[in-house]
């Protein structure tokens, strides 16, 4: 609300401003007059500001805008009639004297033409500075528009990075705290781990992007706390074969698919092996993200394109790369694959 009450009072000021050096110093230049029209000016130019502030501020905004026509044209004519009389008095009893002594004996001070000529000096100038406020407020109105969009986009965001699933945590806690109980060498690494994931989740995920080879740090911490479940049964494979350093992704994109590998894949799947393979490359600025999972004998268990943690991909990739991404889902006999290419984010951003 303080950048729009600064950007009305710039308008304001810069018009205002405007308006007074033309009726000062072009009229002046003209006739070699300043004193004359720096007095003109002086008397003028308020009249005007108050037909153009009263006309806008308070007719149309008050009454106008708020379905009183009547009002409206009732407090136009009125206020018209009122700021005419004032200039046409101004004109009347102090130009005519000094400058035009003939004029008051030849036409009376309510004479109809020159009540016309001035209502039309001064309404022309309203209507100009009606235009160029309203044209000015438009593109404030679409600025805080846009504005509360972004932050509704960005508060969305921020609900979607945070779904992730609350009992892999509960989960997790229990088994390093069965691991604690027979001490067990791991324990402190599997600690380290679940602090990182957490200090990730709760901070480094806040930013716009994030390097990938931090966020594949988050998904090996992860894949560790799960191994702990699932323990010998469980293959798993991340497999990088291009350079990645300088490539920025949006933080916890991958976290979702790999999650859901577990969800409807391993988890699906109690008694049998179960493997994840998780394969990235990179062509200049695009990623090419594969990540498969076994299904097994339990498939079918909501493995697909409407679970909640695809949608949640999906709907994140459409926010921060509307046009930088393809995202594919292909399910087969025994395994389901989800290929994920996006275009790096420092890239998009400067484009």
């Not at 049964?233 to 590998?261: G, K, Q, T, W």
């Amino acid at each position: 609300m303080r950048m729009k009450y600064r950007n009305e009072l710039r308008f304001n000021i810069t018009f205002w401003l405007v308006y007074f050096m033309y009726e000062w110093l072009a009229n002046a230049s003209v006739a070699d007059e300043y004193r004359r029209y720096l007095i003109n000016a002086s008397a003028i130019v308020p009249v005007t500001f108050l037909a153009s502030v009263f006309t806008v501020h308070i007719l149309f905004k008050k009454f106008y805008l708020k379905n009183r026509k009547k009002a409206f044209w009732i407090g136009l004519i009125v206020s018209m009639t009122v700021f005419v009389l004032a200039r046409r008095g101004f004109n009347y009893y102090y130009v005519y004297p000094l400058y035009y002594p003939d004029a008051q004996l030849t036409m009376p001070y309510l004479f109809l033409p020159k009540m016309i000529i001035e209502a039309v000096n001064i309404y022309l100038i309203v209507g100009l500075y009606s235009v160029f406020y309203l044209i000015q407020a438009w593109y404030e109105e679409q600025r805080l528009a846009q504005a509360l969009i972004q932050q509704k986009t960005e508060a969305e965001l921020q609900v979607l990075k945070s779904q992730v699933q609350p009992h892999f945590i509960f989960n997790t806690l229990n088994n390093i705290y069965s691991y604690a109980i027979r001490q067990n060498e791991k324990t402190p690494d599997l600690l380290h781990r679940l602090s990182s994931f957490l200090s990730y989740n709760l901070y480094e995920s806040k930013s716009p992007s994030i390097a990938l080879s931090k966020e594949l740090e988050y998904i090996n911490s992860y894949l560790e706390l799960e191994k702990i479940r699932y323990g010998s049964r469980l293959d798993v494979s991340v497999n990088v074969f291009s350079p990645v350093d300088d490539f920025h992704i949006s933080p916890l994109l991958l976290l979702p698919l790999v999650e859901n590998c577990f969800k409807h894949g391993s988890a699906a799947t109690p008694v049998e092996k179960c493997w994840i393979r998780v394969d990235i490359s990179r062509n200049k600025d695009w990623l090419t993200v594969k990540i498969e999972n076994s299904i097994g004998a339990a498939k079918g268990t909501g493995n697909g394109k409407n679970g909640i943690g695809l949608e949640n991909v999906r709907r994140r990739l459409e926010i921060i790369y509307p046009s930088n991404y393809d995202f594919r889902c292909i399910p087969g006999k025994d395994s389901y694959l989800a290929i994920l290419k996006v275009k790096n984010l420092l890239r998009t951003a400067s484009a």
